[in-house]
């Protein structure tokens, strides 16, 4: 079982270009949330539309709820073809 955590982790730790400081605060704020717990094969659109409404109800602006999954997507984007990570790029499409 690989977390969502941990594909956030080695996005950190093996990113070749320079992450911002606010992109490594974001994501090591969403390891606070429940999805990073989750296993990458078992995320699905339904968790991610979860998580932005929890992010919304716990009173963040529309446009950071935006920022948060634009990073997350950036995770999506390179875990299955550079490590094999289940996660789905349709889910957060």
């Given at each position: 079982i690989?977390?969502?955590?941990?594909?956030?982790?080695?996005?950190?730790?093996?990113?070749?270009?320079?992450i911002g400081r606010?992109?490594?605060q974001v994501l090591?704020?969403?390891k606070q949330y429940d999805i990073a717990e989750m296993d990458c094969a078992t995320i699905?659109?339904?968790h991610i539309v979860s998580f932005a409404?929890?992010?919304?109800?716990?009173?963040r602006h529309p446009s950071t709820?935006?920022?948060?999954?634009?990073?997350?997507?950036?995770?999506?984007?390179?875990a299955r073809p550079?490590?094999?990570?289940?996660l789905d790029q349709q889910a957060i499409k």
């Open positions: 690989i977390r969502l955590a941990d594909a956030i982790d080695k996005y950190t730790a093996t990113s070749t270009k320079e606010t992109k490594t090591r704020s969403i699905k659109s339904e409404q929890e992010l919304l109800d716990g009173g709820v935006g920022n948060y999954i634009s990073h997350l997507a950036a995770i999506f984007a390179i550079a490590w094999g990570y289940r």
